[in-house]
């Protein structure tokens, strides 16, 4: 079993709906929680980062924590063509570790 | 700043070859790494240095080498290429974000293919 679990996809929405994203996890020493966003043919790059459970918002994203369940989530309010991304969770246990894990990514398509 | 900087972008080899993966970043940052990106399996750790003349292997290090003679420069060496190592080549940097965890930076990634 996968340390990390998500959500595969695609998904396909149209513009301005929300688009709901989740990854669970098996290691309960993971402390951060990250989002990052994948063009195609680009590398990823840090979209929003949680330090334990609740919410954090910023902008039309929104990223959300629960340990209890081991489940994190990412939701994006009033999506864009040019939200369309491959998503990934990443996770890391200890204050200042750089090893990351990171989930498969869900592909996400924004129609115009 | 260029920011993080790979080469060659793609790469054709046969199987048995060997070659370097090059990797520079010029952010002064001391956290570099190297992930293979494979369909239905996310970033996978292959190696990673905390500095200059410090590596350690991360989750797949199998016929891969690296070294980090200077701060900016982190390439990967295959070894003996096998058709399994067929993938996307992400090099990372980082820097410790406040007292927390690490922002990764990721360059524009080597699409290899082993024939």
């Known amino acids: 079993q996968k340390e990390v679990e998500q959500d595969p996809g695609p998904l396909s929405v149209p513009e301005g709906a929300i688009v709901s994203l989740n990854c669970t996890y098996s290691n309960s020493a993971f402390q951060y929680f990250m989002w990052y966003r994948q063009y195609s043919r680009k590398g990823p790059e840090l979209l929003m980062y949680t330090y334990s459970s609740g919410n954090k918002e910023d902008g039309r994203f929104t990223a959300q924590v629960d340990k209890s369940s081991k489940y994190i989530s990412l939701f994006i309010r009033d999506s864009q063509p040019s939200d369309s991304a491959t998503y990934l969770c990443a996770m890391s246990g200890r204050t200042r570790d750089y090893k990351l894990s990171f989930g498969a990514g869900t592909t996400v398509t924004v129609r115009a | ?115």
């Open chain 2, 1 to 115: 700043n260029a920011g993080v900087t790979q080469t060659p972008k793609f790469q054709v080899l046969k199987t048995g070859q060997s070659m370097t993966l090059q990797c520079a970043q010029d952010m002064n940052h001391e956290y570099m790494s190297w992930y293979r990106q494979d369909p239905g399996m996310g970033l996978r750790l292959i190696h990673y240095s905390v500095g200059a003349g410090i590596t350690d292997q991360g989750e797949v290090p199998n016929g891969y080498n690296v070294s980090r003679s200077t701060t900016e420069d982190f390439p990967l060496r295959l070894l003996s290429a096998a058709p399994s190592q067929t993938s996307v080549y992400f090099c990372a940097s980082s820097y410790p974000t406040g007292t927390s965890t690490y922002e990764q930076y990721f360059g524009p990634g080597t699409r290899l293919t082993v024939t």
